[in-house]
């Protein structure tokens, strides 16, 4: 006969049956931050976790079952629907159907982690020649770019007027694959940055 699970404390105690079917180093933990009916969570020795969920009392019998990802915002959790019929029953569904989504989708975000890690890492490296570039530049970092901003104050030669103002705002993009130049000053200044710029050579 299948368990009853309507309260917290019955779901509990089914949690912690489905651990010791899933192994002797599975534990059971409060989960928080779920609104919909009850639930609980299951933890293994290497940090692998799932959320055992029960959402509609009227069906107490049917689960559902998430797999815990560290940054759920990229991802989407695999679940799986089961009917509790016995702990027995719901760790093998688990192990069967959803160990292996998990086991897959972890790999998927560790291969997301090492490619943001590269791209950071080549964002930083560009940004940082461009800021050495420009000595007291500013660096405002963002969601994938940097912007760099450097500013000269100038007064013309024989002229009292108040300074001006030559700067150069650059923004390298994501992965430091490009690097977007505004600037503003004497002409002559631009032109000159714009020559040298015309005739460096192509990568």
């Given at each position: 006969m299948?368990?009853?699970?309507?309260?917290?404390?019955?779901?509990?105690?089914?949690?912690?049956?489905?651990?010791?079917?899933?192994?002797?180093?599975c534990?059971?933990?409060?989960?928080?931050?779920?609104?919909?009916?009850?639930?609980?969570?299951?933890?293994?020795?290497?940090?692998?976790?799932?959320?055992?969920?029960?959402?509609?009392?009227?069906?107490?019998?049917?689960?559902?079952?998430?797999?815990?990802?560290?940054?759920?915002?990229?991802l989407?959790?695999?679940?799986?629907?089961?009917?509790?019929?016995?702990?027995?029953?719901v760790?093998?569904?688990?192990?069967?159907?959803?160990?292996?989504?998990?086991?897959?989708?972890?790999?998927h975000?560790?291969?997301?982690?090492?490619?943001q890690?590269?791209?950071?890492?080549?964002?930083?490296?560009?940004?940082?020649?461009?800021?050495?570039?420009?000595?007291?530049?500013?660096?405002?970092?963002?969601?994938?770019?940097?912007?760099?901003?450097?500013e000269?104050?100038?007064?013309?030669?024989?002229?009292?007027?108040?300074?001006?103002?030559?700067?150069?705002?650059?923004?390298?993009?994501?992965?430091?694959?490009?690097?977007?130049?505004?600037?503003?000053?004497?002409?002559?200044?631009?032109?000159?940055?714009?020559?040298?710029?015309?005739?460096?050579?192509?990568?």
């Amino acid at each position: 006969m299948a368990p009853m699970l309507t309260t917290q404390d019955q779901l509990n105690a089914f949690a912690e049956a489905v651990a010791r079917q899933l192994g002797t180093h599975c534990r059971t933990d409060e989960l928080t931050g779920y609104g919909l009916g009850i639930g609980r969570l299951i933890v293994d020795d290497d940090g692998r976790a799932l959320r055992m969920c029960q959402p509609d009392k009227r069906r107490p019998h049917q689960l559902k079952i998430y797999a815990a990802l560290p940054d759920e915002a990229r991802l989407t959790a695999p679940h799986i629907g089961v009917t509790a019929l016995s702990a027995r029953h719901v760790a093998r569904e688990i192990t069967r159907r959803l160990y292996p989504q998990h086991a897959e989708v972890m790999q998927h975000a560790a291969e997301l982690t090492a490619r943001q890690a590269q791209e950071e890492s080549s964002l930083r490296a560009v940004a940082q020649t461009v800021t050495d570039a420009l000595p007291g530049a500013r660096v405002n970092e963002q969601h994938r770019h940097t912007e760099i901003l450097w500013e000269r104050a100038r007064r013309p030669s024989g002229q009292l007027d108040a300074a001006q103002t030559d700067s150069v705002c650059a923004t390298v993009g994501p992965s430091g694959e490009w690097v977007k130049v505004e600037a503003t000053g004497a002409p002559g200044s631009v032109i000159c940055m714009l020559a040298a710029f015309a005739q460096s050579p192509r990568e």
